[in-house]
């Protein structure tokens, strides 16, 4: 088949899914490298990418956004550039119809959701014995649709890209705290829902343990609709000019920004949410606290990743909110899990020279 003109990478709604997509979105760009590759994207989505040398051009695409925005002006964007193949991160059925009617001859993705008559090329989930969807890593689902457009195996190493401003942004929040042996940010968010959040005084006691036995300076990453409770969590800390909210920061709030900030840090710790794998493209130690979501959908075997889960009976239940108002999968989390596993990751991949630490691969554990 003829290699294609442009390429457009419809990719996926979530900021953790996004990243996780960037090996394929690599391979694609190395595998064609005669063609134009075209980002159609949610404007957050954007922000993600922002900085990587891969497209020639990104189209967001937001119903309710400006006009630029629209189905009809992307569609129009799309026939402009001659786009001929597309690749079909999420599962839904719009994406494959807009790619259809823009002509491209080439639409590749999972047969999901009665769109299996517009793909030409078409990939299917890993399923149980009894058709049951079985929790399997997106990345490697993102990776065969590289593969299924023609590139070479991706592998699963991720990256991300900081811009001037991201980094100029970054410096000043760093400017608000002294210098301390390590520089620890906190992820309490999350958009997935309620059920995975974890309690202002168990971050409070991390950041506390971190700053008086490791001499951290803690920074509370937040979004704009997150910083009462990353405010919170640093008055709770009661260690004022060793924590920062970023909310109070005198610079813009963006998705930027914590990159920028993720990537200068020591350690991460995080809800199972988007910046967790920020840390990982940026090579940077994480603590992750899971709750209700299943490690194996999102894994992606970053080896200076802690995976901390406790094992009850009703989970991991998948569900926005606690179907049994208990919250026992993260309320039975305990700060001193979360403490020694920041401790050892700083231990070995902070204090340890990088001839040390560099090929460590730590197992996931458990904890419970």
């Not at 309690?199 to 006691?205: I, K, P």
Request: glycine share 8%; aromatic share 8%; with cysteine.
């Amino acid at each position: 088949m003829t290699e294609p003109r442009a390429i457009a990478l419809f990719l996926p709604n979530w900021i953790g899914d996004v990243v996780m997509a960037t090996p394929a979105i690599r391979a694609i760009r190395e595998g064609f490298p005669g063609a134009n590759l075209f980002a159609v994207c949610k404007p957050y989505v954007a922000d993600t990418l922002a900085g990587a040398p891969w497209f020639q051009g990104v189209l967001s695409w937001n119903r309710r956004g400006t006009n630029e925005e629209t189905t009809y002006s992307v569609w129009k964007r799309l026939r402009a550039e001659q786009v001929d193949a597309a690749v079909l991160f999420p599962n839904s059925l719009r994406p494959a119809l807009l790619a259809k009617l823009a002509g491209c001859r080439r639409i590749v993705g999972f047969a999901r959701y009665f769109r299996h008559l517009v793909l030409t090329d078409r990939l299917y989930p890993v399923r149980g014995p009894r058709g049951e969807l079985k929790p399997h890593p997106a990345l490697l689902d993102y990776n065969r649709l590289a593969m299924e457009l023609g590139a070479t195996d991706p592998g699963v190493r991720m990256e991300l890209f900081t811009t001037a401003n991201d980094e100029a942004a970054a410096e000043a929040v760093l400017g608000e705290l002294p210098v301390g042996t390590s520089i620890v940010t906190l992820n309490a968010g999350g958009a997935f829902g309620s059920s995975k959040h974890w309690s202002t005084e168990s971050f409070a006691q991390v950041a506390r343990s971190l700053i008086d036995d490791r001499d951290a300076c803690v920074i509370v990453l937040c979004g704009p609709s997150e910083r009462e409770q990353a405010a919170a969590i640093a008055r709770a800390t009661h260690r004022p000019g060793k924590i920062v909210s970023v909310g109070a920061c005198s610079v813009p709030l963006s998705i930027g920004l914590t990159k920028a900030l993720v990537r200068c840090s020591d350690l991460l710790v995080t809800t199972d949410s988007g910046p967790r794998h920020f840390a990982a493209a940026f090579d940077v130690p994480v603590v992750t606290l899971f709750g209700p979501t299943h490690i194996g959908w999102t894994e992606t075997w970053f080896p200076k990743a802690m995976h901390l889960q406790v094992e009850v009976p009703c989970g991991p239940c998948q569900q926005r909110v606690c179907p049994l108002g208990h919250h026992r999968c993260m309320t039975e989390l305990t700060p001193a899990m979360v403490i020694a596993a920041s401790v050892d990751l700083l231990r070995r991949f902070k204090d340890e020279p990088p001839e040390a630490s560099r090929h460590v691969r730590r197992l996931i554990p458990l904890a419970g």
